[in-house]
C-alpha cells in the first residue's frame, strides 16, 4: 500500500458524459500527478499539481482538467468522454518539487466508456 | 520533450539466471530515473531510481546503473524468482526545468520461467 488512494475503482459510462475522478495524497505530500495508461500509449503523464496550483502539464486533453484542493487531495475532470477515454487512470504523489523525489503511485481507477 | 525508449519488450529467462533491461533517453536535461514494477491490474511500483549524479545503485538482487554520455541507464535483478515476473516500466524526469512529470518507456514483460 503506497499510501495514495483513488477513487472509484471502476467507472462505467457513456460517450459525450462527464466524470470525476478523486485522488487523495500520501501524508505530507503537496505534490500530485496525474497519469493515463492505455494499451496503445502507454503510461502517459497529464498534469501536476505543487500545493494547490498548476505545476506543469503533459498530454493532457482539452476535455480534461483538474484542480487540487486546500486539503491536497485532487480531482480530475473528464467531459465528452470518447470510447478512446477508456483507460487506467493513475495519480500519483511526492513530498515536493524541485528536487525528483520519488512519486508513488494510488491503485488507480479502471474507466470504461462505452 | 523527452523521449524514453524500452528493449526488449518482452524477456524470458530461467529462475535463478539474470535479467537486464535498457533504456535509452533523448533529453540531456534528465536527471532522475526511476524504475517501476506493475503486476497485472495493480498500480506502478518503485522499485528502485538513480539520479544523474550516480553512476550505479544496488539494493539486493536489483542494480540500475546510468551512463549519461551515452544517454542510457538499465536495470538488472539477479537470482530471479517466480515473484519478479511482471511489466516493468523506466522512467526519466528533468526536475531542473519544474517539470516533475515522469516520461514512460513502453514496458518489459518479464516471464520467468521455472
Known amino acids: 500500500d503506497s499510501g495514495v488512494t483513488q477513487t472509484p475503482k471502476h467507472l462505467i459510462t457513456a460517450t459525450g458524459q462527464r466524470v470525476t475522478l478523486r485522488c487523495s495524497p500520501r501524508?505530507?505530500?503537496?505534490?500530485v500527478y496525474w497519469y493515463q495508461q492505455s494499451l496503445d500509449q502507454g503510461l502517459q503523464f497529464l498534469i501536476q499539481?505543487?500545493?494547490?496550483?498548476?505545476?506543469a502539464k503533459g498530454n493532457i486533453l482539452e476535455r480534461f482538467s483538474a484542480q487540487q484542493f486546500p486539503d491536497l487531495h485532487s480531482e480530475l475532470n473528464l467531459s465528452s468522454l470518447e470510447l478512446g477515454d477508456s483507460a487506467l487512470y493513475f495519480c500519483a504523489s511526492s513530498p515536493t518539487v524541485g528536487i525528483s523525489y520519488e512519486q508513488y503511485f494510488g491503485p488507480g481507477t479502471r474507466l470504461t466508456v462505452t | 520533450g523527452e523521449n524514453v525508449e524500452q528493449h526488449p519488450s518482452t524477456l524470458s529467462v530461467q529462475e535463478g539466471d539474470s535479467a537486464v533491461i535498457k533504456c535509452t533517453y533523448s533529453d540531456s536535461a534528465s536527471n532522475y530515473f526511476p524504475w517501476y514494477k506493475q503486476e497485472l491490474g495493480k498500480r506502478p511500483q518503485l522499485i528502485i531510481d538513480?539520479?544523474?549524479?550516480?553512476g550505479e545503485k544496488k539494493d539486493q538482487r536489483i542494480a540500475v546503473t546510468l551512463n549519461k554520455t551515452a544517454k542510457h541507464f538499465s536495470l538488472h535483478i539477479t537470482e530471479t524468482q517466480p515473484e519478479d515476473s511482471a511489466v516493468y516500466f523506466c522512467?526519466?524526469?528533468?526536475?531542473?526545468?519544474?517539470?516533475?512529470?515522469?516520461?514512460f518507456g513502453k514496458g518489459t514483460h518479464l516471464i520467468i520461467q521455472p
Open positions: 501524508s505530507g505530500d503537496l505534490s
Open positions: 538513480i539520479r544523474s549524479n550516480v
Open positions: 522512467a526519466a524526469s528533468d526536475s531542473g526545468g519544474g517539470a516533475d512529470g515522469l516520461t
Open positions: 499539481y505543487y500545493n494547490g496550483e498548476e505545476r
